[in-house]
């Protein structure tokens, strides 16, 4: 049975031009102006570029962009079938003004931010990109292990055993057969295990599959940790197609992050008897300049709301702090957000 895109989840095809984009975005190295705006907003966004003041370099960067927009105003680009936000990152090498574009058909934040390197934390919170993801494919003789960075396979082992499959007449008993049988499996589940532990390093997930009783027999020799990032995963065998692994990855990936926001909002509330927390923007604001702020949880219609402005600042400083972002895209989030001025803060001590 083929697992159903969610109505957040984006398409396989779409996944993997944004993941090879990402791919050469990460690879700048000089401060960068990062733009995410609605198709159609162009000319408001302009306006918000315009009133902002910056250094030399940067007012030259973002004039380039100003261009740019206009640009698509004309003819915008996408990698989905419809466009709904557009993003631009602009920086400066060698003295050259550089800008790399690209359209997704799913709605992205209202981002305008100067920062050491482009912020590209909206599409690994929403789209689920830029992530480390081990897929585990065995049966009982063989198994392959690859390592995904987004839709790249990075590294990739392959392993297997010589194993008869039934007993033939003669020599050691059925009992003994099968014994013998068995105890080769082990030894080789736990051969893959090792070498899954060895290639596991930063992964956020281990995605185990296959046809048979193996996986689950495999899965009995991992070790705690390993154990913890393990998701099983159904109709995947070897000959599953690239664009069907993809979707398979995307859906555990959405399926995580769902999970992980809902323990993070958890969090939050246990933090506010200890005053270990801020709702008000102007609060968390202050203590964003303070450099008290841990964490702050925002949401992804932020731009909806009256101060989205002065949110979009608190951005940029997070940014430019060591303080974490993480967007939130659940509607039952988003709305408890929203009576909160769409923003929550888990401090790292309390303010006064």
């Known amino acids: 049975m083929k697992t159903p895109l969610g109505p957040l989840e984006i398409s396989p095809l779409e996944w993997m031009s944004i993941n090879q984009f990402l791919y050469e975005i990460k690879k700048i190295d000089s401060p960068c102006i990062t733009v995410y705006y609605p198709y159609g907003k162009g000319k408001d966004t302009i306006s918000l570029l315009q009133e902002t003041k910056r250094n030399e370099i940067l007012e030259k960067i973002e004039s380039k962009i100003e261009h740019k927009i206009t ?81 790249q396979i990075i590294q990739e082992a392959k ?29 080789f589940f736990k051969k893959v295990a090792n070498k899954v532990r060895e290639m596991d390093s930063n992964s956020l997930l281990i995605l185990l599959g296959g046809i048979g009783p193996a996986k689950t027999e495999f899965y009995h020799e991992l070790d705690s940790e390993l154990a913890k990032k393990c998701r099983f995963v159904e109709t995947l065998s070897f000959s599953t197609s690239a664009k069907e692994i993809n979707k398979k990855i995307i859906h555990h990936l959405y399926q995580h992050r769902r999970k992980y926001v809902v323990e993070l909002i958890e969090k939050y509330e246990k ?51 060591s303080c974490k972002i993480e967007f939130a895209v659940s509607p039952k989030i988003i709305k408890k957000l929203d009576i909160d001025n769409s923003v929550l803060a888990i401090l790292r001590y309390k303010i006064t």
């Not at 209202?110 to 081990?134: G, Q, R, W």
């Not at 392993?159 to 082990?186: N, V």
């Not at 932020?302 to 989205?308: A, L, V």
């Open 71 to 151: 640009e698509l105003k004309k003819n915008p680009v996408t990698v989905g079938k419809f466009t709904k936000t557009l993003c631009i990152f602009g920086w400066m090498k060698n003295g050259k003004i550089n800008i790399k574009v690209i359209g997704t058909s799913k709605k992205l934040p209202y981002i305008y931010m100067a920062s050491k390197k482009p912020f590209i934390k909206p599409f690994n919170d929403i789209l689920e990109t830029n992530y480390d993801v081990l897929l585990v494919t065995l049966d009982q003789k063989s198994a392959r292990i690859q390592k995904f960075h987004g839709s």
């Open 159 to 187: 392993l297997g055993i010589d194993l008869q499959g039934r007993h033939r007449k003669g020599g050691q008993s059925q009992g003994r057969f099968l014994r013998a049988r068995q105890t080769k499996i082990h030894v």
């Open 271 to 321: 933090l506010v008897k200890d005053g270990l927390t801020a709702k008000r923007n102007d609060v968390i604001y202050k203590a964003l300049e303070i450099g008290a702020v841990d964490t702050i949880i925002v949401s992804a219609n932020y731009h909806t709301n009256s101060q989205f402005k002065k949110i979009m600042k608190m951005l940029e400083i997070a940014k430019n702090t």
